[in-house]
């Protein structure tokens, strides 16, 4: 079975502190944490926002804690099935704001962060570290790779993977949907975030990911497109004939 690579600072997890006087100033402007520069994502900075981590690159925002609208609309679209959760996995993990927002509706369930920048995802376990770190499972690694090889099952796939504010092309193919899709358990979710940069590369996306998940919604706000499954229907079985 495949075991994800585990990256070095899964150990003792420093934890962000947050001084009051920056919480304060946070809600007239941002707040300067951290800087730093990757090789994967250039320049980037940990800001905090009206209370909230956010992370800027040179090509976009990502994140905002438990006001990240993506996860905040997964959340309120399957607040039924929330309570059943009790596995994520999170391809592109950004700050981990996922978790933050079902942490803020009482869940904590074991997550799989898999995010191939390691800048963001210490930042991101630093963050999530006043949790129990003992559900977190950070996998520094690209999306990509990470499902050609998993065989692990999971009760969410959240997929927010950007570069700058494109989806790479791999999301969107049917061997990458169908690895998700596979890797969902019984009854399992797929949510997937997409920006409409292009109308019409977004509706050829549409039309691959209807033809994997044909059971599925989109959530729309402002560019945001994000995918919502729902549960295949079990295939209905005639009854014999009588007489």
Same mark, same amino acid.
């Given at each position: 079975m495949h075991r994800p690579h585990q990256p070095r600072f899964t150990k003792g997890r420093p934890v962000i502190r947050i001084a009051f006087h920056q919480k304060l100033l946070s809600y007239l402007q941002a707040v300067s944490l951290k800087r730093s520069r990757s090789d994967i994502s250039g320049c980037l900075e940990l800001l905090l926002y009206r209370n909230q981590f956010q992370l800027l690159t040179e090509g976009a925002f990502y994140s905002d804690g438990d006001r990240y609208y993506p996860a905040v609309a997964v959340a309120k679209h399957l607040k039924e099935f929330l309570p059943a959760v009790k596995s994520v996995l999170v391809l592109g993990a950004g700050l981990g704001s996922i978790v933050h927002v079902m942490r803020a509706r009482g869940y904590d369930p074991r997550c799989t962060l898999v995010e191939k920048d390691k800048t963001?995802?210490?930042?991101? @376990? $630093?963050? @999530? %570290? $006043? %949790?129990?770190?003992r559900k977190i499972e950070p996998v520094c690694r690209d999306a990509e790779s990470f499902m050609a090889q998993n065989e692990r099952k999971y009760d969410l796939v959240f997929v927010d993977v950007f570069k700058g504010r494109a989806v790479p092309d791999f999301v969107t193919t049917p061997l990458f949907l169908m690895q998700c899709r596979d890797s969902l358990s019984p009854g399992g979710r797929l949510a997937l975030n997409y920006i409409e940069v292009d109308k019409h590369e977004w509706e050829k996306a549409r039309t691959v990911l209807a033809g994997v998940f044909p059971a599925c919604q989109v959530v729309s706000k402002d560019d945001n497109r994000i995918l919502i499954t729902s549960p295949s229907p079990s295939p209905e079985i005639p009854e014999p004939p009588r007489g």
């Open positions: 963001v995802l210490r930042w991101a @376990l $630093e963050i @999530l %570290g $006043e %949790g129990d770190a």
